[in-house]
Structures are given as structure tokens and as C-alpha cells.
């Protein structure tokens, strides 16, 4: 199991590095708004904000907690000590976690939501029986820019652990901060953009295509879901210009929150079928229960342009 889980850790680390050096809606390149077919302007909320708009700051640093016990469950103690940041990282939540079972442990967290928004979770901690770590749950800069969150006031984590046989001690067990900002967050949606669905408490908003993203083309969707339970998010049948794709995208959205996400096109489907600008999109979204996996709906075929 040790070497399964210096592997988890070399991966996440190596997202985590992705993450914050492309992230959510690259910087560079050349990005496109996304509009109904024809229409040349936005359906709905005006101009598409650009996710990678310098104007936006990083959280503010600003930001402060109280040392407090999230966790004390099954001989695991989780406590929060600081909030910290990190001038390539950003921000983050700086964690005590002590073991004080007789076994050892990997403890992580099944979902992160910062202000509402989900957000990327890159943590990850090997704590051997009777042992204590100190780690940081950091909380994705380029992710918190493109929910257009520059002051974090809320964090809530949900944690599990588990042992060298991959059972569960637990799971999904929740934890909330409050910073000292959380009076002056900023609760507004970043919904700007082409409304593509809006049925069974789950909006979709299709904001911006970045052409020259990290792997290929990014499509930067705000998802929000009202409908009473954890959804879970697919795209099906995706073509562009008339070609069939096959799309990097999965998200989950709890109820009652918020997500920016991407969906991914890889630049080798582009290149093969001879793709050198994106302008007509069409696709069907596959929503399900992120629990019993159950389907919730299938979205008719959704047809924009990207101008």
C-alpha cells in the first residue's frame, strides 16, 4: 500500500502543479465568447466574463481563522491551526492531523467548496499509527479566479479515511470554517454567458472557448445546481464543426453550490480532423445522481457558436 499511496501523492502533486500553472481557462491564447447559433451576442447575462481576466486578484491574504477541531472520529483528529498563504501555491489551510489509532491511515477529502463554488480537492496524508502530521489543504488559485472569488470566507471539507486495503474508517464526514472575511464575501454567481441548460435544478452556462489551453481547446462552463441532491455531470455525443469528439469532462456539483469547470478537447482529435478554430459546438449533457449513479436526465442535442 505504501507504494499505492506515494503514487496517489506523486499525482496529485502533479495535478496540483497543472492546476496552478494552466488551471480553469488558461491566461494565454486566443478566447472566444459563447453565443446561441447565428446570434452573434450572448443569450443571456451579457458579455462572458474572461476567467482569466488580470483584474481579477487572488483571495486577499487578508484572510484569518481560529484554531478549531474539524475532525475527531474513529481515533483520527483533524484540527485546523492557520490560514496561510503561498506565493505558489496560494492559499491554503494549514491542518494538524494526528492518528491515534492502531493503524495506519491515508486521510483525504471527498469534496472542497470555497464560497459555495466546488473546488478542485488536492489533498492528500499518509499518518502512521500513533503518529501526527502537519500539512495544507490549499485551495486552487487558478480555480478561485475563475469562480471570481478574491476573498475566501467559507471553506467546507469533506473528509475520509482509509487503510491499506483501500476500507473506509469513514467518509463524506463534514467540516466547515468561517474566516475572518466571511462577512465580506462576495455570494454573487459568476454566470455570465450562454445559458445552454436549465431543467430539473441543474443550470448549465456555457462562458468562454479558449483555444489554446493547456491540452487542446477548453469549453469553461458555470454550473449550478438547486435540485435537492449531489449531481454528477458527463458530456455525451460532442461534436465541433461537424466532427465527432471525444471530451475530457466529469464534474460533481453538491446540492445547493456552485462549479466552474472545463470541458477538454484534445489538440490530436482537432489536428486529426483538420480543426484549426472552433465555431460550431454541439453536445448533450448526461446528469445522475453522484451517489446511486442513478440518471437523473439527458439533455436534447445543445447547439452554440463560438465567436
Known amino acids: 500500500m505504501k507504494k499505492r499511496t506515494n503514487l496517489l501523492a506523486l499525482v496529485l502533486s502533479l495535478t496540483a502543479i497543472?492546476?496552478?500553472?494552466?488551471?480553469?481557462?488558461?491566461?494565454?491564447?486566443?478566447k472566444k465568447n459563447i453565443v446561441a447559433p447565428g446570434s452573434g451576442t450572448e443569450a443571456s447575462g451579457g458579455e462572458a466574463q474572461n476567467s482569466g481576466d488580470d483584474s481579477t486578484d487572488q483571495a486577499s491574504a487578508d484572510e484569518s481563522i481560529s484554531e478549531q477541531v474539524l475532525v475527531d472520529q474513529d481515533g483520527?483528529?483533524?484540527?485546523?491551526?492557520e490560514y496561510v498563504t503561498d506565493s505558489v501555491w496560494g492559499d491554503g489551510i494549514k491542518l494538524l492531523v494526528e492518528n491515534n489509532s492502531a493503524q495506519d491511515y491515508t486521510?483525504?477529502?471527498?469534496?472542497?467548496?470555497v464560497n459555495d463554488y466546488m473546488i478542485t480537492d488536492l489533498f492528500s496524508a499518509d499518518v502512521a499509527a500513533g503518529k501526527k502530521s502537519n500539512e495544507i489543504m490549499y485551495l486552487?488559485?487558478?480555480?478561485?479566479?475563475?469562480?471570481?472569488?478574491?476573498t475566501v470566507g467559507k471553506v467546507e471539507m469533506?473528509?475520509?479515511?482509509?487503510?491499506?486495503?483501500?476500507?473506509?474508517?469513514?467518509?463524506?464526514v463534514y467540516s466547515e470554517i468561517e474566516?475572518?472575511?466571511?462577512?465580506?464575501?462576495?455570494?454573487?454567481?459568476?454566470?455570465?454567458?450562454q445559458e445552454l441548460y436549465n431543467a430539473n435544478?441543474?443550470?448549465?452556462?456555457?462562458?468562454?472557448v479558449d483555444e489554446n489551453s493547456f491540452?487542446?481547446?477548453?469549453?469553461?462552463?458555470?454550473?449550478?445546481?438547486?435540485?435537492?441532491q449531489n449531481v454528477g455531470i458527463n458530456v455525451d455525443n460532442m461534436s465541433i464543426n461537424g466532427y465527432m469528439m471525444s471530451p475530457l469532462f466529469s464534474t460533481t456539483v453538491y446540492d445547493g453550490k456552485k462549479a466552474i469547470d472545463d470541458i477538454t478537447i484534445l489538440s490530436s482529435d482537432l489536428e486529426a480532423n483538420g480543426i484549426t478554430s472552433v465555431d460550431q459546438v454541439e453536445l448533450q449533457f448526461h446528469i445522475y445522481n453522484a451517489e446511486s449513479y442513478e440518471t437523473i436526465a439527458d439533455s436534447d442535442a445543445i447547439t452554440f457558436a463560438a465567436q
Open 201 to 208: 435544478g441543474v443550470r448549465i452556462v456555457g462562458k468562454t
Open 215 to 228: 491540452w487542446g481547446t477548453a469549453i469553461l462552463l458555470y454550473i449550478e445546481n438547486t435540485s435537492g
Open 179 to 193: 474566516t475572518s472575511e466571511f462577512a465580506n464575501m462576495d455570494t454573487t454567481p459568476n454566470d455570465e454567458g
Open 18 to 30: 497543472t492546476f496552478t500553472l494552466f488551471g480553469c481557462g488558461s491566461d494565454t491564447g486566443q
Open 140 to 150: 486552487s488559485s487558478t480555480e478561485l479566479k475563475a469562480a471570481g472569488i478574491d
Open 158 to 172: 469533506y473528509f475520509h479515511a482509509y487503510d491499506s486495503n483501500w476500507d473506509n474508517l469513514f467518509q463524506n
Open 76 to 81: 483520527i483528529k483533524i484540527t485546523a491551526t
Open 107 to 113: 486521510i483525504g477529502c471527498d469534496a472542497l467548496i
